[in-house]
């Protein structure tokens, strides 16, 4: 039976077919541009590569990074924290860090620690400055049956959460091991913040990203120490590339039975602690 | 000169950077109206797609309501981004392992779908006003026809096809949008409260109830203003639709809650205090009690009594006012809850909000409500009323 159509109808259907056929060939242009686009922002170069790079002679494919922290070793003087807060333009205020120390205290007759880090008021009001640091002698005429300090700071993981959520790839892991952040591609959405199980990262409302130790990686890549490494007066932070046997990082490792943060998370942290307790996570 | 950034005080031990919380409650608007779009769609498609005429006379309202609130579901991320100016980066060169990367795209093509919908649900009527005006609003409705204006049978019988289909495709299209959402919170394993496989069909049941309920409150105001006689039947199939998705909703709440509870993880013993401390109204009053059982129980003595007329217009429009508190009170609790517990397991941070500024309490109520006074327009271009009134109306004008 021939069913008769009303030519706009057939109209109709034509042009619902042509922007069909126009929307399937938008959506193969727009997946080969964004595949090229990708390609374009893929950070798989070696940067040495490219004139951008600060260090031109540097290869990340030749190092990799590690942190090792002896705290035995950490007397809590917070040189660190300052070397850090003035090397990498950190905001001045007791609120946000690329690295901290942390204070355990173990009162006789309480079950748990007492933790506090620099930016604790009452450490504050001690210093009398949110940019100097220093622990307060809070515990003065208490029973401390055990005490010791904790140095934290970005655990460069192997599996990084904040690489991972972020969704413009603007925090990336180099080929070194470090997690870096392209400040011109972020959009601040601080994503990357909630993801971090250790609180590593802070957002600078000044610049509208967010900001984290990378290891002092403007430093390391000229053959230099992290200014919180060259800070320290007792060597409780260690640092070396782990593919150099005699580096002091890899003795570090080799010679201690060592533990990271968090394992359980399977980030895979590439800061590598001595001497911290049950309590520290 | 104000400080840019508000610190957050706290007890007990919290790493230092965590002492700025965030995600402020921009963060608890966003969820909260893609949940009114999926809820909105829902009762769309329930009227659509699985025939419940009853629904038929807020049908339409639906859509227009489900794309109002879904014009604005960018602008509270938008308003929080350190770097609004790059937003599309996300599209131009997403980073798949993101789960935020497809956001996009997602609302994207759901956008675009809803406007297709509507397109072809209102083509006769935007045809007849393209035909009968001659001022500027006459301009734009032949623009809006787009060419066509064949509204024989067999053209109709074309547009209801698509219409079915569309709607068809917007189910897992708005679902899988707000469920999304969930996975965004649910997928992260830095905080305790937020890390749960059962997040996304949380968002997604609690989407639906705020969404119906809203439908609920703007179909009774609407033919308040429009002095016309509220259909009980449809008032009591909205009802229908919240009492079921409600039980759902509830019973995974409170499954969530007793998972954490009873794998009692390292940090329960915080999340313990915080529920029994500083989220024992938000949480338990205001969420639960108030804004989920109560109107359970209404609805549920509603209809076990058989209640009809005023007194069920009035007692479901009182728990859908509720309900849609309750599910705004679930986002709150989970995005600003979820950062008042440190990452420590050790510590508790209090969230200020504040009145004025960018991501003050204002703000949050403007954004909102915006999707309201937006849909006041788009009713006017698009009358979505089925009763005589409306025809009249939309004849005479």
Known sequence: ?281 | MESLIHFAPYIGWVYPNETVIEWTVLLAVYPYLTGLVAGAFTVSSLYQVFGFERLRPVAHLALLTSLCCMLFVPLPLLLHLGHPERAFNAMITPHLTSAMAMFGFFATFYVVLLMLEIWFAYRPYIIEQAQKRTDLLGKVYRLLTLGSYDVSESALRVDRKWVFWLAVIGIPGAHGLHGYVGFLFGSLKSREWWSSDLMPVIFLFSAIISGVSLLIVLYVVSCKVRKVPIEVDCVKGLAYTVWAFIMVALLLEALEFANIVYKGREGVDMIMEFVKGPLLIPYFVLQFGVGAVTPFLILSYLIWRGTTGKALVFGVTLSACLVLMSVFMMRWNVVIGGQEISKTGKGLLTYHLPFFGQEGALMALVLTLAPIAVLLGMIRLFPPWHDKAGHAAAAAS
């Not at chain 1, 951008?52 to 035995?72: C, E, I, L, M, R």
């Not at chain 1, 040189?79 to 690329?98: L, M, T």
């Not at chain 1, 599996?159 to 080929?175: D, E, L, M, R, S």
């Open chain 1, 1 to 281: 039976m021939k069913i008769h159509q009303s030519p706009s109808l057939v109209a109709r259907r034509r042009f619902l077919s042509r922007l069909g056929l126009a929307t399937c060939a938008g959506a193969i242009t727009g997946a080969g541009a964004l595949g090229l686009a990708r390609t374009v922002c893929a950070k798989t170069e070696t940067p040495a590569a490219g004139d951008s790079f600060p260090t031109k002679d540097y290869d990340w494919t030749k190092h990799q990074w590690a942190f090792g922290v002896d705290a035995t070793k950490c007397i809590g003087c917070l040189r660190c924290v300052e070397a850090c807060k003035s090397e990498n333009h950190v905001p001045g205020n007791a609120h946000q860090f690329r690295t901290w120390v942390e204070r355990y205290v173990y009162i006789e007759g309480e079950e748990r620690a007492r933790i506090d880090s620099q930016q604790d008021p009452v450490n504050i009001a001690a210093s009398g400055s949110q940019k100097e640091y220093r622990f307060a002698d809070r515990y003065k005429g208490e029973k401390v049956e055990k005490a010791f300090f904790v140095p934290k700071l970005c655990n460069q993981c192997e599996n990084p959460a904040c690489v991972q959520v972020c969704p413009v790839g603007a925090t990336y892991k180099t080929k070194d091991g470090v997690v870096l952040i392209d400040e011109k591609r972020c959009i601040g959405c601080r994503y990357c913040v909630q993801a971090c199980p250790y609180g590593a990262r802070y957002f600078d409302e000044e610049r509208g990203v967010p900001d984290k130790c990378t290891w002092c990686y403007h430093r390391i890549t000229k053959g230099l120490q992290p200014a919180c490494v060259e800070a320290c007066p007792v060597g409780a932070r260690v640092f070396g590339d782990i593919r150099d046997r005699g580096s002091p990082v890899s003795l570090f490792v080799r010679n201690n039975r060592v533990q990271v943060l968090k394992p359980e998370s399977g980030n895979a942290p590439q800061v590598f602690y001595v001497g911290i307790d049950k309590e520290v996570n």
